[in-house]
């Protein structure tokens, strides 16, 4: 698992690396450019555009959110990364911290239409997400939603075929998203698969 150094070196390639693997078709990121298109659109789609994106990266998707005028609230590990994004989106609200221990204090007393994580999240354990899912479901406006982007599937199964398709590129160090199991925590979840090794999976806030 890299670390914030990691990233940090990581970077400025970042982009490219995961272009390469999405235009391949291959794991991790195929099917990439369409989660961040789903998300995207849901986001737009909805009243509000006050957007919360956890583990932003380079702003790849939030910079087209803010281009359409939304206002943007961000935590990353990586001080590059937030450079990088900064640059992009100079008026977004962007904080370093790691989420794995929580969002940093200003972006809990925020209220937003949207929150957001794409290839992200998998460095929580399985308990953790939906844990930190469900801390972050009261920070939604009403009417407001979740969407998660990342190598996620619906079994397993799918998970377990996956892995043996990847041979010695799986990373044993990543835990993904499997929804049959993850919706046990969080009832009203769903999940919109993008390829065979990524999708997106949407969690609205419950009516009252």
Request: hydrophobic share 35%; net charge negative; charged share 25%.
């Amino acid at each position: 698992m890299l670390d914030h150094t990691g990233f940090d070196l990581w970077a400025d390639g970042y982009d490219k690396s995961v272009g390469l693997s999405d235009e391949s078709g291959t794991y991790p990121f195929a099917g990439y450019r369409k989660v961040l298109n789903r998300i995207y659109n849901g986001v737009l789609s909805g009243d509000g555009k006050t957007v919360l994106d956890i583990g932003f990266g380079t702003g790849t998707l939030t910079t087209k959110l803010y281009d359409r005028g939304c206002m943007i609230y961000g935590q990353d590990f990586s001080q590059r990364m937030i450079d990088l994004a900064k640059a992009k989106m100079p008026q977004a609200h962007l904080y370093q911290g790691d989420f794995s221990v929580g969002l940093v204090d200003a972006l809990k007393k925020q209220r937003y239409d949207a929150i957001i994580a794409t290839y992200s999240l998998h460095h929580l354990s399985d308990e953790d997400k939906a844990t930190f899912l469900k801390e972050l479901l009261p920070l939604l406006n009403d009417g407001g939603t979740i969407y998660i982007g990342d190598v996620a599937f619906q079994t397993r199964e799918e998970l377990n075929a996956c892995r043996r398709q990847a041979g010695d590129g799986w990373d044993d160090d990543e835990n993904y998203f499997v929804y049959d199991e993850l919706k046990t925590a969080l009832p009203q979840l769903n999940f919109e698969p993008c390829s065979y090794c990524a999708g997106v999976l949407i969690l609205p806030k419950p009516d009252k």
